[in-house]
T-cell receptor, first 110, second 116 residues
Framework: DAGITQSPRHKVTETGTPVTLRCHQT?????MYWYRQDPGHGLRLIHY???????DKGEVSDGYSVSRSKTEDFLLTLESATSSQTSVYFC?????????FGQGTRLTVV | AQSVTQLGSHVSVSEGALVLLRCNYS??????LFWYVQYPNQGLQLLLK??????LVKGINGFEAEFKKSETSFHLTKPSAHMSDAAEYFC??????????????FGTGTQLKVEL
């Protein structure tokens, strides 16, 4: 398995609270991504990074922000969690062709 | 914009039967195409990929897929299903041209059930 670690693996939080999910890689890949997975939607891109401090929006970026201060870490922040952000979040990394995925973080907003 | 359509959200086959999971894509650039498999409560594992070259690509666990440009299809097949193939399968197309590495657009997934 590609060296990708997501933390936490599970989290329950209350509406309106900030939440940060972490993705850590040991592969030194340039590109990192955050996706969310919801039934009937497959996976959808939230944000991605193409280098340290270089990030851009994906398809479903509203309500999310990201940061990448080191090559190996990519953080996803929900500034004020809402119930619609209950989902499974996957981090991915890629080099030139295929992407490799982490094990996911199951986030429940109550 | 790119898109992926997977026909059939649920497919059921008998053990030993042919597996056929359908994927059609739309892309304004030469596509990179992927099939991923997801087992319960796990991440996505790459089954196979098409980038350039041979249009019939072989992957892990006996799966293969054929890129047909004229049909904009990338269907996944396996000659003989095994119980362990039961999982959810995702087709994806990569926007590798406009920067950002491999930004993937996924289909909505096909849940494969294998029955005795």
């Amino acid at each position: 398995d590609a060296g990708i670690t997501q933390s936490p693996r599970h989290k329950v939080t209350e509406t309106g609270t900030p939440v940060t999910l972490r993705c850590h890689q040991t592969e030194n890949h340039r590109y990192m991504y955050w996706y969310r997975q919801d039934p009937g939607h497959g996976l959808r891109l939230i944000h991605y990074s193409y280098g340290v401090k270089d990030t851009d929006k994906g398809e479903v970026s509203d309500g999310y922000s990201v940061s990448r201060s080191k090559t190996e870490d990519f953080l996803l922040t929900l500034e004020s969690a809402t119930s619609s952000q209950t989902s499974v979040y996957f981090c991915a990394i890629s080099g030139t062709t295929e992407a490799f995925f982490g094990q996911g973080t199951r986030l429940t907003v109550v | 914009a790119q898109s992926v359509t997977q026909l059939g959200s649920h497919v059921s086959v008998s053990e030993g039967a042919l597996v056929l999971l359908r994927c059609n894509y739309s892309s304004s650039v030469p596509p990179y195409l992927f099939w991923y498999v997801q087992y319960p409560n796990q991440g996505l594992q790459l089954l196979l990929k098409y980038t350039t070259g041979a249009t019939l690509v072989k992957g892990i666990n006996g799966f293969e897929a054929e890129f047909k440009k004229s049909e904009t299809s990338f269907h996944l097949t396996k000659p003989s299903a095994h119980m362990s193939d039961a999982a959810e399968y995702f087709c994806a197309v990569s926007d590798w041209v406009t920067g950002g590495g491999n930004k993937l657009t996924f289909g909505t997934g096909t849940q494969l059930k294998v029955e005795l």
